[in-house]
C-alpha cells in the first residue's frame, strides 16, 4: 500500500496544484520511483489511498500496467482519514497475510524484496538515523524490538511490514497509526529494523530542493 492522500501543507504553495506524490525529483513524480522500485521488487499489486486531487494521481499513474503492476484505489473523504484509518479502510483491497506500506512522500533506495515480518510480530517497522529536522527520533531499536522509551532512537522511515490482525478491534473512521502501534509495543510484538541507505522524507519545500540537488541517487 502506497499511502498518498495528504494534503502537503508544509510544502505548500507547491502541493496546491499539485499532489506530493506527483512532485518531481530528478524528473520523476516521487510515486514513480516507488511503483519502480516495487515492481523489481516483485509485487505484483499495489493499493493507493487517494484524498487531496486524487484524481490526479489516478490519472498519472492509471491501472498500473506501465509498471507492470495492478492497481487498486482506496477513496478516502476531503478531511483524509490519517494513516491508520487509511490503512484500516484499505483491508479489504489488501488481502488476509502480511502487507507492505509505504509513504509516498518519501525518497529511498531500500530494496523492498528484502524487507520480512518476524513471525511473532504484528507488524515490523523500517527505522531511519534520525535527520536534522526530526532529531529525537520516534522509537527506541533495542535487539530487534521497537520501543517507545529508550536508547537508542530513531525515526520511523513511513515503510513497515503489517499484519491485518494489528488492526483487530479498530473502527471505521479517522485514527492516527501510533494509536495500533502502542498496543503492540505493550505486547512485546512490534519489531523494526535500521536502515542505513538512502533515505528522505519530502515534507518541505527546502528538503524536496536538496533532494533535486544531489549528484547522485537511486
Known amino acids: 500500500m502506497l499511502l498518498a492522500a495528504g494534503r502537503g501543507e508544509r510544502l505548500r504553495p507547491l502541493t496546491d496544484p499539485t499532489p506530493k506524490p506527483l512532485l518531481e525529483v530528478r524528473g520523476k513524480p516521487l510515486i514513480d520511483w516507488h511503483l519502480e522500485a516495487l515492481a523489481r521488487a516483485g509485487v505484483r499489486e499495489v493499493v493507493i489511498n487517494l484524498s487531496w486531487l486524487g484524481a490526479r494521481i489516478r490519472a498519472a499513474v492509471g491501472a498500473g500496467g506501465r509498471f507492470g503492476l495492478q492497481i487498486h484505489y482506496s477513496e478516502e473523504p476531503a478531511a483524509p482519514l490519517e494513516t491508520g484509518g487509511g490503512i484500516f479502510q484499505a483491508l479489504p483491497l489488501l488481502g488476509e497475510g502480511p502487507f507492505l506500506v509505504v509513504n509516498a512522500d518519501t525518497h529511498t533506495d531500500i530494496n523492498f524484496a528484502l524487507l520480512q515480518i518476524a513471525p511473532a510480530a ?97
Open 122 to 218: 504484528l507488524a515490523q517497522l523500517v527505522l531511519v538515523p534520525n535527520p536534522a529536522h526530526h532529531p529525537r527520533g520516534d522509537f527506541a531499536l533495542q535487539d530487534g524490538e521497537v520501543l517507545e522509551t529508550g536508547e537508542p532512537r530513531y525515526t520511523y522511515a513511513g515503510i513497515g511490514v503489517y499484519r491485518p490482525e494489528l488492526f483487530a478491534g479498530c473502527s471505521a473512521g479517522r485514527f492516527p497509526l501510533l494509536s495500533v502501534l502502542r498496543p503492540a509495543i505493550a505486547a512485546r510484538r512490534l519489531k523494526g529494523e535500521l536502515f542505513r541507505g538512502q533515505w528522505a522524507d519530502v515534507g518541505s519545500a527546502e528538503r524536496l530542493a536538496a533532494l533535486n540537488a544531489r549528484a547522485t541517487g537511486v
